[in-house]
């Protein structure tokens, strides 16, 4: 009910009795949509703040208020500092003017055109909003026909009437708002032998006079506000809520209200960003927990790479270079012959390697799933406590500190992270190191420029085009094992034209040191200083894809 018109005329009262006296001194906003003047009478402060947010309009005063250094912008400069001269509201429309010496600021409530504007007495006009031409001069002509009072506004409401006397009166008189006429109605059902029009005379009376309440159902929480709804209305109206805070005058309500409402968003908005957080994180450890499970309960071949590796050893002397395939007798398996496939640009010796090198992988396959199957069950039960944590927590200040633990920002920074992220490749090496691989000149621009840390590591094949390569630095403090620098640089000598070599040179640095200058191609950037690793250019051991490709 804080936008009702009554409750505005209210607060035009209100604030003639408080504020006249007082001399503008700024206007600037830190928050889309609001608005705040800051005031002064040569002894104290006060602040009005005005929101024209669509649907959620309002205007108070305050005794305090936290203007941030920084990330603010002034409005009306032109026309400021100025002595407030009176407080008036219109006498048919939620308008209301703050009527200075030499010009008048309005707040008109208009749903999404709901705006802040200042005329001088030359009619030159400035938006907080920007307004198109035309709706400039029509808003400039409507308030130039506008009456304005700064008494008590109570309508003419006697008047016959054909049918329904409520449908007639919001007919002629649209500002009197659907909370004063739903009041009435009720009354009217109730008592008897009372007019209709003298029930709604009545009804406007208490919305301008009596104290009032902000309610709040049986499930909110008055200690922490976080729960529950609340709604600002008149103490004497009807509702259905059970509990209820009382107030003499409009500012000290709406701002109670204003609390409660922020507070309760913000706990709901930090519990959202933490219930999505837990929804991703049990699904991925248990996703790689599955999949650890699952290389234990699988076949390993390492014991059949070692046998033809060994074969193969025993007879290089009839391999040849360029063979597709060589047929031997298994001396393992009773002689039987056996085909086993060769890669022809390799060496009788590569060959060989190859195949050891096949088994080895497998070894360190299956004691790296048993390693993560410990790492992930670890981690599922530390989600667990934090689960239960979060489950507990009754207040903003709770789900806050557990936000912080969790290194989580809010909705909108955590939303952007995890979509910047599909733009890349992603993987995990040794179920902890995370590794990004840009796809294309655009997402590697991306990954260098926007998403890399200053003190993550960046790699990139040398002298050939590639992929850009992250490996990101949760703690700066604990040093990189080389092993994993080494992984990461084979990544990025296979996702670059250097796949097919044997072993490639791939350069690294901070990302600290790496620049894109001004007019450089996509993907193009500079290195102010590297260190060059020699790798085979694979996707390693131990080395999780966790996107598509």
């Not at 409009?250 to 930090?270: C, G, M, T, W």
């Not at 995370?434 to 590591?457: E, H, I, M, P, R």
Request: charged share 30%; glycine share 4%; net charge positive.
């Amino acid at each position: 009910m804080f936008r009702n018109y009554f409750i505005l005329n209210r607060f035009v009262l209100e604030a003639n009795a408080s504020l006249i006296g007082y001399r503008i001194i700024s206007a600037f906003t830190q928050e889309k949509e609001k608005l705040l003047f800051e005031l002064s009478n040569g002894i104290q402060s006060k602040f009005i703040e005005i929101s024209t947010s669509s649907h959620f309009e309002y205007i108070t005063f305050r005794d305090n208020y936290s203007r941030s250094k920084k990330n603010t912008i002034d409005f009306f400069s032109n026309y400021i500092p100025a002595n407030i001269v009176s407080f008036e509201i219109s006498a048919s429309d939620r308008i209301i003017r703050i009527h200075l010496e030499d010009s008048s600021i309005y707040f008109f409530i208009r749903g999404k055109y709901s705006n802040v504007i200042i005329i001088d007495k030359f009619n030159r006009v400035e938006f907080f909003k920007n307004q198109t031409d035309s709706f400039t001069t029509e808003i400039v002509q409507e308030i130039s026909n506008t009456s304005f009072i700064s008494n008590k506004n109570i309508p003419g409401l006697n008047f016959e009437y054909q049918n329904d006397y409520f449908i007639e009166a919001k007919n002629r008189c649209p500002f009197l708002g659907k909370e004063i006429i739903n009041e009435a109605k009720k009354r009217a059902s109730s008592v008897k032998g009372l007019t209709a029009s003298i029930i709604l005379e009545k009804v406007i009376e208490e919305a301008l006079e009596n104290k009032l309440a902000v309610c709040f159902n049986d499930s909110s929480n008055n200690s922490n506000m976080t729960s529950g709804n609340a709604e600002l209305t008149i103490d004497s109206f009807s509702n259905d809520f059970t509990r209820r805070k009382e107030f003499d005058s409009v500012a000290p309500a709406l701002n109670y209200f204003l609390q409660f409402k922020f507070s309760r968003d913000d706990y709901h908005e930090i519990q959202k960003t933490i219930s999505k957080y837990l929804s991703k994180e049990f699904e991925r450890t248990t996703e790689r927990l599955n999949n650890a499970q699952s290389i234990l309960t699988s076949e390993s071949k390492e014991e059949e790479y070692n046998r033809i590796g060994n074969l193969l050893l025993i007879n290089i002397s009839v391999m040849k270079k360029g063979m597709e395939f060589i047929e031997l007798e298994d001396v393992y398996k009773n002689n039987l012959l056996l085909k086993i496939k060769l890669t022809k640009s390799l060496s009788p010796k590569q060959n060989v390697d190859y195949y050891f090198e096949k088994a080895k992988s497998e070894r360190i396959k299956f004691e790296l799933a048993k390693e993560n199957i410990k790492f992930f069950k670890a981690n599922f039960y530390k989600l667990k406590i934090i689960e239960e944590r979060f489950n507990k927590s009754k207040t903003t200040d709770e789900l806050k500190m557990l936000m912080k633990e969790l290194k989580l920002s809010g909705k909108e920074s955590s939303d952007d992270h995890d979509d910047i992220r599909n733009k890349f490749k992603h993987f995990l090496i040794e179920g902890k190191y995370n590794v990004f691989v840009g796809k294309d000149s655009a997402s590697n621009d991306l990954l260098t420029v926007k998403f890399a840390k200053q003190n993550d590591y960046w790699f990139h094949a040398r002298s050939v085009s590639g992929s850009h390569v992250v490996l990101r630095v949760e703690s700066p403090k604990e040093g990189m094992p080389k092993s994993i620098l080494k992984k990461a640089a084979s990544l990025a000598a296979f996702y670059s034209k250097s796949k097919t070599s044997g072993t490639a040179p791939v350069s690294y640095t901070l990302k600290k040191y790496v620049i894109k200058r001004k007019g450089m191609e996509p993907g193009k950037v500079a290195l102010l200083k590297e260190e060059v690793l020699l790798v085979k250019p694979e996707i390693p051991s131990g080395c999780e894809l966790l996107t598509n490709e």
